[in-house]
Nanobody, 111 residues
Framework: QVQLVESGGGLVQAGGSLTLACAAS????????MYWYRQAPGKQREFVAI???????DYRDSVKGRFTISRDNAKNTVYLQMNSLKPEDTAVYYC?????WGQGTQVTVSS
């Protein structure tokens, strides 16, 4: 049974930082492409970042240079380091490995 459990969300002022974690069970994160998505109120869920099996990364344009996706193989956990946060980053952030989704963690950035 695959489970993805996100944590680390919260309320932060603009310009601040947060690190989200996605603890996985039932899969080995280093053997899978792992994603972060987000969904703001009234908007569609959107791609944020990918970490491939080989370790390559890609990001949506609006977060490039501010967000970093990484993994800790020993902890079987994927992270999303978010710096220089903006109010438009406010959303529920989800960890994803096709076809599984976590429950999400709320990130709120105040101006």
């Amino acid at each position: 049974q695959v489970q993805l459990v996100e944590s680390g969300g919260g309320l932060v002022q603009a310009g601040g930082s947060l690190t989200l974690a996605c603890a996985a069970s039932g899969i080995i994160v280093s053997s899978n492409a792992m994603y972060w998505y987000r969904q703001a109120p009234g908007k569609q869920r959107e791609f944020v970042a990918i970490l491939s099996r080989a370790g390559s990364t890609d990001y949506r344009d609006s977060v490039k240079g501010r967000f970093t996706i990484s993994r800790d193989n020993a902890k079987n956990t994927v992270y999303l380091q978010m710096n220089s946060l903006k109010p438009e980053d406010t959303a529920v952030y989800y960890c994803h490995r096709e076809p599984f989704w976590g429950q999400g963690t709320q990130v709120t950035v105040s101006s």
